[in-house]
């Protein structure tokens, strides 16, 4: 799980400590790995990346940028690597333009759209190789493991649809972005952004002068599966519905109400693929009893087969909607809610836990150096700052429940 704000000031002042503001009502969505592009009179200004909040802040506070795109991470696929982090810049030669793009979200099909990707001749910037050295009785060999950053699979399938090289983001998982686009010289031309179902995206506006698109806090919650384009010339903005794929990796255009529509093709679902409603029919809550019963295979669900049961002992609502999609989504949203609210009571005990670490660092300056008083003040900085950490790792733990949760 990840945090992006997009900030602008219309009045051209700073924008850069507003926007860090953002960032702390919304860090508990990561804190782990930092990145920002800057605008500066219609250009842009270039990307920096950062591994922690002290340097992201130095640099910010130094800033003079009316318009800054920022991502905050908690890594799920990569290392916190400075190089690693977002704004995930696509360059191709058979693309005309350039996009960087920031992405809160996991994507589940990554190996596969990374093959389609290579295919095309496209290189993966994020891509890291690890060396470890393994040894038997007779020899010592070396291992290399591969890893790459699962949101450049999003970005460069942003790209490409913007382009018109494909009709829809190819991706199963959660989706929320915001996307720059530039000429090869760098000057902006459009800011795109959208998000499906399983990530938030909020706008806000303050006196018409300042503007955030951001992933929560105060503002007007962004449509689902609508991609939104902003001419940076003249400010209009447009809306393209059903070109973003939903958690399950279809375009939403292939679902319809009641259940999936017959005509999708294999790669449309990844789960009851080439099952049709036609094919098994409906109970009498309107669920497609086949494709349910595989679902609770797939996901370990422990009720009996799916009707009268509205998954109650899956831990799905029991108010169901008659709509099997539907009431998974409800049930996905309900489980987020309760690990996110673990997360914010573990955060407010971090917090706490920091503001005694830094009034005891404090009382240092008061106390003679090597003296027992100061030995005793520092021991105590060390049993707080184990705290601290024990408190980070479950806060991690939480994250990485929430995204695996997430990405169904």
Known sequence: MCGIVFGRRKDNKPISKSLFKRYIKQKSRGSNGFGYVAIENGYIKGVKRFETQEQVKKELDKEDSSEILFHHRLPTSTENLRDLNHPIVVKNKLLKKHYYVVHNGVISNDQELREKHEKLGFEYTTKLEVKETKKTRNAEYEVVDEFYNDSECLAIEVALMLEEKQQAIETKGTVAFICIQTNKRGKVEKIHYGRNSGNPLTYENIDDNIEFIKSVGQGEEMSEYVLFSEDYETGETTSTEKVIANTYGYAQEKYSGMGFNPNYTDNDVEYGRNRQMSTYGENDNGYCDDWVEDYNMEHGISSEKVGKNRFEDGGLLPEYTGNVQKDIDRAIEKEEEQILQEIDELWEEQTSLD??????????????????????????????SKQVDAVKKKINSLFVAYDEVSKY
């Open 355 to 384: 503001e005694i670490i830094v009034k005891l660092e404090d009382s240092l300056y008061d106390v003679e150096k090597g003296s027992d008083k100061y030995m005793e003040i520092n021991s105590e900085i060390l049993g707080r």
